[in-house]
């Protein structure tokens, strides 16, 4: 079976893009890493990527007089690189609804959430404003409305007594770290639906 070509869109560190490049390196992946796009010229990820033989491009949303043409320089940029998957990892802009349709069923995300519940910005610090006894992440479809598309796959993680947000996110990006392989390998698969 061949391997769906994949691209990784980010706006900073890309921790989660490192895992999925590390987890496309088995030999077994169903999926393969064919491109990483940037809106930040300086992300740290684009280096990571580089230096792992990952192409890169930086499509900088600060060139594009509204979000649709910086939408559209994005879709050719992946059309040209003969991407099947969208994986959005860290990647801090909101997508035109016109984009979002075109890659509808084929562009994933992962949310530092049990959503539905804290969709948005700032999860942690609203997890433990909220009380909640456990959090987690969630890999999901990208849909029009934010982080409201199906789920794929959920990691859950306790709230401990004494944690703050540092603790916290770290002990949920562990967890998108495992988590988000996984669900690209279902969606890769076909194994992505009930």
């Given at each position: 079976?061949?391997?769906?070509?994949?691209?990784?869109?980010?706006?900073?560190?890309?921790?989660?893009?490192?895992?999925?490049?590390?987890?496309?390196?088995?030999?077994d992946?169903?999926?393969?890493?064919?491109?990483?796009?940037?809106?930040?010229?300086?992300?740290?990820g684009?280096?990571?990527?580089?230096?792992?033989?990952?192409?890169?491009?930086?499509?900088n949303?600060?060139?594009?007089?509204?979000?649709?043409?910086?939408?559209?320089?994005?879709?050719?940029?992946?059309?040209?690189?003969?991407v099947?998957?969208?994986?959005?990892?860290?990647?801090?802009?909101l997508?035109?609804?016109?984009?979002v349709?075109?890659?509808?069923?084929?562009?994933?995300?992962?949310?530092?959430?049990?959503?539905?519940?804290?969709?948005?910005?700032?999860?942690?610090a609203?997890?433990?404003d909220?009380?909640?006894?456990?959090?987690?992440?969630?890999?999901?479809?990208?849909?029009?409305?934010?982080?409201?598309?199906?789920?794929?796959?959920?990691?859950?993680?306790?709230?401990?007594?004494?944690?703050?947000?540092?603790?916290?996110?770290?002990?949920?990006?562990?967890?998108?770290?495992?988590?988000?392989?996984?669900?690209?390998?279902?969606?890769?698969?076909?194994?992505?639906?009930?």
């Amino acid at each position: 079976m061949a391997k769906r070509r994949v691209g990784i869109l980010i706006s900073g560190r890309g921790s989660n893009m490192a895992a999925l490049i590390e987890a496309a390196r088995a030999p077994d992946y169903p999926a393969e890493i064919v491109l990483v796009v940037s809106n930040v010229p300086d992300a740290a990820g684009l280096a990571f990527a580089a230096l792992r033989g990952v192409p890169t491009v930086v499509v900088n949303h600060k060139n594009f007089a509204n979000r649709e043409t910086f939408a559209d320089a994005l879709d050719a940029k992946l059309r040209a690189a003969k991407v099947e998957i969208v994986c959005l990892a860290g990647f801090m802009r909101l997508l035109a609804t016109p984009f979002v349709e075109r890659w509808r069923g084929r562009m994933i995300n992962i949310h530092p959430s049990l959503l539905p519940a804290f969709k948005g910005l700032n999860t942690h610090a609203r997890a433990l404003d909220a009380g909640a006894k456990t959090h987690g992440c969630t890999v999901h479809y990208v849909e029009p409305e934010l982080d409201s598309g199906p789920v794929i796959l959920q990691a859950e993680v306790p709230v401990l007594p004494g944690d703050d947000e540092a603790t916290l996110a770290a002990r949920v990006l562990k967890e998108e770290h495992r988590l988000y392989p996984a669900a690209l390998r279902l969606v890769a698969e076909g194994r992505d639906k009930s």
